[in-house]
């Protein structure tokens, strides 16, 4: 499925990533403080390096794969983090989740990102429902859910980076999300 790629908020593009985009995406992969309550625990330069490159290569979310939009600040092109969104084999669902780097967080930039890639995502006529799956301890990303909409319908237990640990879904569906304002437009191509 293409979604449509750049579009813009009124702080953000979200877009595929460029090759620049690289040494900012390494860094911020490899902060703990950011990587503390995500499934990864870094990544090496060389391996930041392949992931953009293939990232900014690729032209359509494939159903069953993880895509990578970038978020980049509108008025300087810098990336600011990523969200992920894989849609269902069968495309009638999806599911996302977002990644900021510490120096741009506290700003509403995830909240702004995520709103967007929701409407790209509904934007697809075949998605009804988007989900997300956070750690029961990433209190910001349980309350930003929260104020999108998204409504708490799970919790499981599982080890994670080998401890307990409480992992909420949770989901909109189309119906749900029809009522909010669009937030993002295509982009204008660059100058």
Same mark, same amino acid.
């Given at each position: 499925?293409?979604?449509? *790629?750049?579009? $813009?908020?009124? $702080?953000? /593009? *979200?877009?595929?990533?460029?090759?620049?985009?690289?040494?900012?995406?390494?860094?911020? &992969?490899?902060?703990?403080? +950011?990587?503390? *309550?995500?499934?990864?625990?870094?990544?090496?330069?060389? %391996?930041?390096?392949?992931? /953009? $490159?293939?990232?900014?290569?690729?032209?359509?979310?494939?159903?069953?794969?993880?895509?990578?939009?970038?978020?980049?600040?509108?008025?300087?092109?810098?990336? +600011?983090?990523? +969200?992920?969104?894989?849609?269902?084999?069968?495309?009638?669902?999806?599911?996302?989740?977002?990644?900021?780097?510490?120096?741009?967080?506290?700003?509403?930039?995830?909240?702004?990102? /995520?709103?967007?890639?929701?409407?790209?995502?509904?934007?697809?006529?075949?998605?009804?429902? +988007?989900?997300? /799956?956070?750690? %029961? &301890?990433n209190l910001s990303a349980r309350k930003l859910l929260d104020r999108l909409g998204f409504l708490h319908t799970a919790?499981?237990?599982?080890l994670f980076k080998g401890a307990q640990c409480a992992e909420h879904t949770f989901e909109i569906k189309r119906a749900?999300?029809?009522? *909010?304002?669009?937030?993002?437009?295509?982009?204008?191509?660059?100058?």
């Amino acid at each position: 499925m293409a979604l449509a *790629l750049p579009a $813009r908020t009124k $702080r953000l /593009v *979200l877009r595929r990533f460029e090759p620049q985009d690289a040494e900012i995406f390494f860094s911020y &992969r490899n902060d703990p403080a +950011v990587a503390r *309550l995500q499934s990864w625990d870094g990544i090496a330069r060389s %391996a930041a390096l392949q992931f /953009v $490159r293939l990232q900014s290569a690729v032209q359509a979310a494939a159903p069953g794969e993880w895509f990578q939009i970038a978020l980049a600040l509108a008025h300087s092109n810098q990336l +600011v983090g990523d +969200v992920g969104v894989c849609i269902g084999k069968d495309g009638r669902a999806a599911e996302l989740g977002f990644t900021l780097a510490r120096a741009h967080q506290k700003f509403g930039y995830a909240a702004e990102g /995520v709103r967007c890639a929701v409407d790209l995502l509904f934007a697809e006529p075949a998605i009804g429902c +988007v989900t997300a /799956v956070t750690d %029961a &301890r990433n209190l910001s990303a349980r309350k930003l859910l929260d104020r999108l909409g998204f409504l708490h319908t799970a919790t499981s237990n599982r080890l994670f980076k080998g401890a307990q640990c409480a992992e909420h879904t949770f989901e909109i569906k189309r119906a749900a999300w029809r009522g *909010l304002a669009a937030s993002c437009q295509p982009a204008p191509p660059p100058d």
